[in-house]
């Protein structure tokens, strides 16, 4: 589904990657490890055309009906959104002041369709049910990741990008997002996590380590 070829990125004339390839497949959980400065946001926003120049190939398979993969590394970001890609960044980008509810409302890709979405993705994370009209800054660290991950799932994406999603947690919740994410998995989602600690390894269809912006061979 996703096929990354020999890709490169800067930030102005700093290269941060260097001829990174890797492959995710539908239903495959992948697994980006790397130490602080790596290159794994990098590369995750890369993926999702924001903040770096890039060059190489991004090539994406927005729909199973689709035979050949499209090359999407010069599209815009908002582009790679509706054809698919789905992003949670580190800092999670919820607005918060608005509600949970409206949080979810703003990522809908159709309105007409928000209402069961919202209902399918509040299946997922049963904890946001109850706190609809909260505005997101009340919520606690572990609901603010998943009502970013649910936000993101609004747009029916067919892979995900999650940048550290479980980073400063309490366990409880971790395994609670993990779980959830496994569960999206079983259900045909791709998945490339950047991840410091092992949480997803033992999981993971693939590992991939990146130093200073290089896959380490493994
Ligand atoms: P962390 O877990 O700390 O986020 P990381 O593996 O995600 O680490 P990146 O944040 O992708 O690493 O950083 C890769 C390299 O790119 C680092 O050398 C970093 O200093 C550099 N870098 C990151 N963001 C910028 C930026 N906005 N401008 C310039 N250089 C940047």
């Known amino acids: 589904m996703l096929e990354v070829e020999k890709l490169n990125a800067f930030y102005g004339s700093a290269q941060a990657l260097f001829d990174v390839s890797l492959q995710v497949r539908g239903g495959e959980l992948v697994v980006l490890q790397g130490l602080n400065g790596a290159g794994k ?124 999603p479980c980073e400063g947690l309490a366990p409880v919740l971790v395994e609670s997002i993990r779980d959830t994410l496994l569960a999206l998995k079983c259900d045909g989602l791709a998945l490339l996590v950047a991840e410091q600690n092992r949480l997803f390894a033992s999981h993971a269809d693939r590992s991939l380590t990146l130093v200073a912006g290089k896959v380490r061979d493994s």
Do not use: C
């Open 41 to 164: 946001s990098t590369l995750l926003k890369a993926l999702m055309g924001l903040e770096v120049r890039t060059e190489g190939h991004i090539l994406f398979q927005a729909s199973p009906a689709q035979a050949s993969l499209l090359d999407i590394q010069r599209w815009e970001s908002h582009r790679r959104a509706r054809a698919g890609l789905g992003y949670v960044a580190e800092d999670r980008r919820l607005f918060v002041g608005l509600t949970v509810s409206e949080n979810l409302h703003v990522a809908a890709s159709r309105a007409a369709a928000a209402k069961a979405m919202e209902t399918r993705v509040l299946d997922l994370f049963p904890v946001l049910k109850t706190k609809l009209k909260r505005p997101a800054a009340h919520l606690s660290g572990g609901e603010q990741q998943m009502l970013a991950i649910a936000r993101t799932l609004m747009t029916s994406p067919r892979i995900l990008l999650l940048d550290e």
